[in-house]
């Protein structure tokens, strides 16, 4: 027993307290939203910023151990917490995993390779990265983008000004890459450095939002999966990493080109509650709390498919196979993840 408390309130958070829970544990979410979907399932809340210091000590007080389902969490707030109870996984995963600038520099010196990329922060220095990076690229926020939000794609030098006018801060430049598939590596590491690796899903996107994940992932995603496995496991060692780390790639004809990393249990692992031994939710609780691993192997053949906006529903409650998980989240918003479908077979 004992209590995890959870910085965030989204769904994430709600499916780690649900593992939680399954495993006697409390959770306590702490919150800026009023009601988020976490709240719903978990043991207790604190509607909070993540900012006061008084409500931080009180939060630090009611937990054994503090995790993050969000990984724009500001870091100073989470060193704070780490200085006096643990926090996994480590702040300086969060430190890394926020800025898109830090994240492909340190993934470098692992051995990664990131698409071409040049720091912007001027109209001036987006002519010159575009220059040496050529066209089609994409200017993506450094900080706080998800969903392809704070992204602007370049097509044309034309097209340099407004895609300025629209990002128009810290920024990174990236090489448009041609890639084949999308594919994900989710793995869990423990305290004591064991590790434990997921099928990779193959992922599809539409307009910069997950639609499925599919495991297991075509044979041209299979034949890159051992690399970047490999290189999820330098960085996450490197980290000191404990808890599930997600890590996105682009497969190309020159192998693997990494994306981004998600410092926290992730959509592309959604696919796990239902089709694999261990979920990616257990395993973090388990990883964090200084259990034993689960056995992450796929139980079949799987897909995941998110429900956005106003996807319909109703048809999963009938499909063969198929597990419905709905958020709780109220108003179906166009770009909105409300909920999710696994079909296992
Ligand atoms: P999230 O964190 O929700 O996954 P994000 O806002 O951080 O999304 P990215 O992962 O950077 O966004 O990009 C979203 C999608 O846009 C990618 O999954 C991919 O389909 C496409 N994309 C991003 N960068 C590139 C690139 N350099 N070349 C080609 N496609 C890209
Ligand atoms: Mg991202
Ligand atoms: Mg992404």
Redesign the pocket.
């Given at each position: 027993g004992g209590t995890i408390g959870i910085l965030g309130g989204g769904q994430l958070g709600r499916m780690l307290a649900v593992a939680a829970a399954q495993l006697g544990y409390r959770t306590h979410i702490l919150a800026p939203e009023r009601d988020s979907v976490a709240a719903q399932t978990a043991s207790s809340l604190t509607r909070a910023d993540y900012h006061n210091r008084i409500v931080l000590n009180d939060f630090a007080e009611q937990c054994d151990v503090v995790t993050y389902e969000f990984e724009n969490v500001a870091v100073g707030p989470v060193e704070w917490l780490a200085a006096r109870i643990p926090v996994h996984p480590a702040p300086a995963a969060l430190r890394v995993a926020q800025d898109r600038i830090a994240e492909k520099a340190f993934v470098e010196t692992v051995g990664g390779r990131p698409?071409p990329w040049a720091a912007v922060d001027s109209e001036h220095a987006l002519t010159a990265a575009l220059a040496r990076i050529g066209t089609p690229a994409?200017l993506?926020t450094t900080r706080m983008?998800?969903?392809?939000?704070?992204?602007a794609l370049i097509r044309t030098i034309g097209e340099a000004a407004d895609a300025w006018t629209t990002i128009g801060g810290p920024s990174v430049l990236?090489?448009?890459?041609r890639?084949e598939h999308?594919f994900s590596i989710l793995i869990a590491r423990g305290h004591d450095g064991a590790t434990v690796r997921y099928d990779p899903p193959h992922n599809v996107?539409h307009a910069?939002i997950?639609r499925t994940s599919t495991v297991p992932a075509p044979a041209e995603v299979l034949t890159q999966a051992e690399e970047a496995t490999a290189l999820a496991c330098r960085i996450a060692e490197k980290l000191g990493y404990v808890g599930v780390l997600a890590c996105?790639f682009?497969a190309t004809s020159d192998g693997p080109v990494f994306?981004?990393m998600?410092p926290r249990v992730h959509n592309s692992g959604h696919w796990t509650i239902e089709g694999a031994e261990t979920s990616q939710f257990e395993n973090h609780i388990r990883a964090i709390c200084g259990l034993p691993l689960g056995d992450p192997s796929a139980r079949g053949v799987v897909e995941m498919r998110n429900l956005i906006g106003d996807d319909p529903w109703q048809a999963a409650l009938t499909e063969p196979g198929a597990h419905l998980h709905l958020y709780g989240k109220g108003e179906a918003r166009p770009g909105r993840k409300m909920g999710h479908v696994t079909v296992v077979r």
């Open positions: 698409a994409i993506k983008g998800y969903d392809g939000k704070g992204q990236e090489g448009f890459i890639f999308e996107h910069s997950l996105e682009f994306n981004e998600a």
